[in-house]
């Protein structure tokens, strides 16, 4: 499910970045370093699977700790909130203290409070984990992006690493539900529990990989405090408004005080020396590119699966867990599309493989308007136009993933990859919000998925577009 991870001025740039970031290798760094792919791909895993298996594990939750509905919303947002607040923090910490060193200490946490939330006898202490688990993959995601940038010295080898980092998002989307259901009869403290062999694994591996360079700088601590604070309120006035309505008061004032605080921050990033997120970045053509990819992409694909899922277990009346086995075709349908990617891109360029994902996402969001007014076969219908988007979605992702890295200097390709990343969360959390709330007012459901698809394709159809002017640019 998801999504990531270049105008004669763009190559120019990635040009001119391909340099630096040379001779900043590290002299261990080998053209080709399997152990960085197996890494970085299964961060990417727990990261992705750690929501999906969560959801299943809620009624038996609710049932032993007595989690109100307020209070099951909170054990999934407290892991999403700051998982999207804290990475362009966690993306600067990766750029100073070094992306291998960030990477171990977001696993060794992400292990800690799995087991906090294993343990917990309160759902107090329950959220409490889940909040430290959101800290952990806040360094964990931007950190792995970095360790491929830092261990591949050609872009074939980083590309083909970025399909299986890829990968590893799709397989969570199969494993998680599956996992889930395997586990959640048992007990559901291990659905966090499994978490923490994948960790020390993770760990052990670690240890094979070279020191990532650091990049000392004067910590910007009034950006980082504006970051936050702006993040938090906006995702936290997504959420809040998806749930109470976006009129309500709450939500209101944490999108006006969001707002005020990412305006204050951007002037903040224009005025000191060294600032959390180098204005200079967003300079790049490529870098606008994947912004606007990764932002558009993960809105209309969690937004997607979640209005396919409250159709099929509210229209069809299907089980939550037949619910969630149902996504699963979609998942090897990425993987595919993420395998697809490398050769794409490799064939025809990655700006080529970006059109085609696209226009399959398109054409996917298209069929499950048309399969959701139907009377019938809804259910196999709808997982065909999910697959298809699915792929799309697995050929896009690595393709916006390396232009990241392509147009930024390795110095920076920590805070590059985190500013990518928060979009990705923020593009999630606005996309759940609005296409619930569209949903929830329509006369009927399927109406309500039509329209909220409908934006879909409208975002779908400008990422064609800017993708396909700024390739007559480089033409040019």
Same mark, same amino acid.
């Given at each position: 499910?998801?999504?990531?991870?270049?105008?004669?001025?763009?190559?120019?740039?990635t040009?001119?970045?391909?340099?630096?970031a040379?001779?900043?290798?590290?002299p261990a760094?080998?053209?080709?370093?399997?152990?960085?792919t197996?890494?970085?791909s299964s961060a990417?895993?727990?990261?992705?699977?750690?929501?999906?298996?969560?959801?299943?594990?809620?009624?038996?939750?609710?049932?032993?700790?007595?989690?109100?509905?307020?209070?099951?919303?909170?054990?999934?947002?407290?892991?999403?909130?700051?998982?999207?607040?804290?990475?362009?923090?966690?993306?600067?910490?990766?750029?100073?203290f070094?992306?291998?060193?960030a990477?171990?200490?977001?696993?060794?946490?992400f292990?800690l409070?799995?087991?906090?939330?294993?343990?917990?006898?309160?759902?107090e202490?329950?959220?409490?984990?889940?909040a430290?688990m959101?800290?952990?993959?806040?360094? *964990?995601?931007?950190?792995?992006?970095?360790?491929?940038?830092?261990?591949?010295?050609?872009e074939d080898?980083?590309?083909r690493a970025?399909?299986a980092?890829?990968?590893g998002?799709?397989?969570?989307?199969a494993?998680?539900?599956?996992l889930?259901?395997?586990?959640?009869?048992?007990?559901?403290?291990?659905v966090?529990?499994?978490?923490?062999?994948?960790?020390?694994?993770?760990?052990l591996m670690?240890?094979?990989?070279?020191?990532?360079?650091r990049?000392?700088?004067?910590?910007?601590l *009034?950006?980082?405090?504006?970051a936050?604070?702006?993040?938090?309120?906006?995702v936290?006035?997504?959420i809040?408004?998806g749930?109470?309505?976006?009129?309500?008061?709450?939500?209101?004032?944490?999108l006006?005080?969001g707002?005020?605080?990412?305006?204050?921050?951007i002037?903040s990033?224009s005025?000191?020396?060294?600032p959390?997120?180098?204005?200079?970045?967003?300079?790049?053509a490529?870098?606008?590119l994947?912004l606007?990819g990764?932002?558009s992409?993960?809105?209309?694909?969690?937004?997607c699966?979640?209005?396919?899922?409250l159709?099929?277990?509210?229209?069809?009346?299907?089980?939550?867990?037949?619910?969630?086995l149902?996504?699963?075709p979609?998942?090897?349908?990425?993987?595919?599309?993420n395998?697809?990617?490398?050769?794409?891109?490799?064939a025809?360029?990655?700006?080529?493989?970006?059109?085609?994902?696209?226009?399959?996402?398109?054409?996917?969001?298209g069929?499950?308007i048309?399969?959701?007014?139907?009377?019938a076969?809804?259910?196999?219908?709808?997982?065909?136009a999910v697959?298809?988007?699915?792929m799309g979605?697995?050929?896009?992702?690595?393709?916006?993933?390396?232009?990241?890295?392509?147009?930024?200097?390795?110095?920076h390709?920590?805070?590059?990859?985190?500013?990518?990343?928060?979009?990705?969360?923020?593009g999630?959390?606005i996309?759940?919000?609005?296409f619930?709330t569209?949903?929830s007012?329509?006369?009927t459901?399927?109406l309500?998925?039509?329209?909220?698809l409908?934006?879909?394709?409208?975002?779908?159809?400008?990422?064609? *577009?800017?993708?396909f002017h700024?390739?007559?640019?480089?033409?040019?």
């Amino acid at each position: 499910m998801s999504t990531s991870t270049l105008s004669s001025t763009s190559s120019t740039t990635t040009q001119t970045a391909t340099t630096p970031a040379a001779k900043t290798k590290t002299p261990a760094a080998t053209p080709y370093n399997p152990t960085a792919t197996i890494v970085a791909s299964s961060a990417m895993f727990l990261a992705c699977m750690d929501t999906l298996i969560t959801n299943l594990a809620l009624p038996s939750i609710q049932e032993e700790l007595g989690a109100s509905l307020a209070a099951q919303q909170w054990i999934v947002d407290g892991y999403t909130l700051p998982f999207a607040t804290l990475l362009l923090l966690a993306g600067n910490l990766s750029d100073r203290f070094g992306a291998k060193r960030a990477f171990i200490c977001g696993t060794a946490g992400f292990a800690l409070s799995s087991a906090i939330c294993a343990l917990a006898n309160s759902v107090e202490m329950l959220i409490l984990g889940r909040a430290l688990m959101g800290v952990a993959a806040a360094l *964990i995601l931007p950190s792995s992006m970095s360790l491929i940038n830092e261990a591949y010295l050609t872009e074939d080898h980083r590309r083909r690493a970025l399909a299986a980092w890829g990968i590893g998002g799709s397989a969570a989307t199969a494993v998680g539900p599956l996992l889930g259901g395997l586990l959640v009869p048992i007990h559901w403290s291990l659905v966090f529990s499994v978490n923490i062999p994948i960790c020390l694994a993770i760990l052990l591996m670690s240890g094979k990989l070279a020191t990532s360079p650091r990049v000392p700088q004067p910590v910007d601590l *009034i950006g980082q405090i504006l970051a936050i604070v702006a993040l938090t309120c906006l995702v936290g006035g997504i959420i809040e408004g998806g749930a109470q309505g976006f009129t309500q008061t709450v939500p209101m004032a944490l999108l006006i005080v969001g707002a005020v605080g990412l305006a204050l921050f951007i002037f903040s990033q224009s005025r000191v020396a060294s600032p959390l997120m180098p204005l200079s970045l967003f300079s790049s053509a490529g870098i606008r590119l994947a912004l606007l990819g990764g932002f558009s992409m993960i809105l209309s694909w969690n937004g997607c699966v979640f209005l396919s899922t409250l159709f099929l277990q509210q229209e069809l009346s299907l089980s939550p867990l037949v619910c969630g086995l149902s996504f699963i075709p979609s998942a090897f349908s990425g993987a595919f599309g993420n395998l697809m990617s490398d050769r794409l891109a490799g064939a025809r360029g990655s700006r080529f493989a970006l059109m085609v994902g696209t226009a399959l996402l398109t054409l996917g969001y298209g069929l499950i308007i048309v399969f959701a007014g139907l009377d019938a076969l809804d259910a196999p219908l709808i997982a065909l136009a999910v697959c298809l988007a699915g792929m799309g979605g697995g050929i896009n992702t690595p393709c916006l993933a390396n232009l990241v890295l392509k147009s930024t200097d390795a110095q920076h390709s920590g805070i590059a990859s985190a500013v990518f990343n928060a979009m990705r969360q923020v593009g999630g959390a606005i996309g759940i919000a609005v296409f619930g709330t569209l949903t929830s007012v329509m006369a009927t459901m399927s109406l309500g998925i039509a329209t909220s698809l409908g934006i879909s394709i409208l975002l779908m159809v400008l990422l064609f *577009i800017t993708n396909f002017h700024t390739r007559e640019k480089a033409a040019a």
